[in-house]
């Protein structure tokens, strides 16, 4: 997988790949808005940070994005993300990976700590293991009212 900065041109594509997302999660979430959504990815595009995984085919696999913002408490800024999805057909592939890696490069790049969370689907403990590889610390828990 090749890994480079999402354009303006690849919103329709991660907008669909998010649509998969959304589709395949295990906790129930809220119906997406799609005036929202198009202008969160357009905002990540044109004012955070977003990678997308490209295939032999140039056609998108994956994708991370994100915007730096600060707790509620503070003026310390830290570059979240806002997405993080592989294809299942993509997930043997070194996509995650390398997603996350740029995101953590850009993030050391601009001097900003990078949070990356996952919410809504399964797995968690392999997710868990696979981020503290990355070298990333565990920080809590999200609970949701079923």
Do not use: C
Not at 3 to 8: E, G, K, L, S
Not at 93 to 116: M, N
């Amino acid at each position: 997988m090749n890994i480079r900065r999402a354009t303006p041109l690849d919103i329709s594509a991660i907008l669909a790949l998010l649509g998969e997302m959304h589709q395949n999660t295990e906790v129930p979430t809220s119906p997406i808005n799609s005036e929202r959504l198009v202008n969160k990815v357009s905002e990540a595009i044109h004012r955070g940070i977003v990678f997308v995984a490209m295939d032999d085919e140039n056609l998108i696999r994956g994708s991370i994005g994100g915007i730096a913002g600060s707790d509620w408490w503070s003026d310390q800024r830290h570059l979240g993300d806002l997405w993080f999805y592989v294809t299942p057909a993509s997930r043997k592939s070194d996509a995650a990976y390398k997603l996350i890696k740029s995101f953590i490069t850009a993030g050391k790049e601009a001097k900003i700590p990078v949070r990356l969370g996952h919410i809504f689907s399964g797995d968690l403990e392999r997710k868990d293991k696979f981020f503290a590889r990355l070298g990333m610390t565990k920080a809590g828990s999200v609970f949701v009212e079923a």
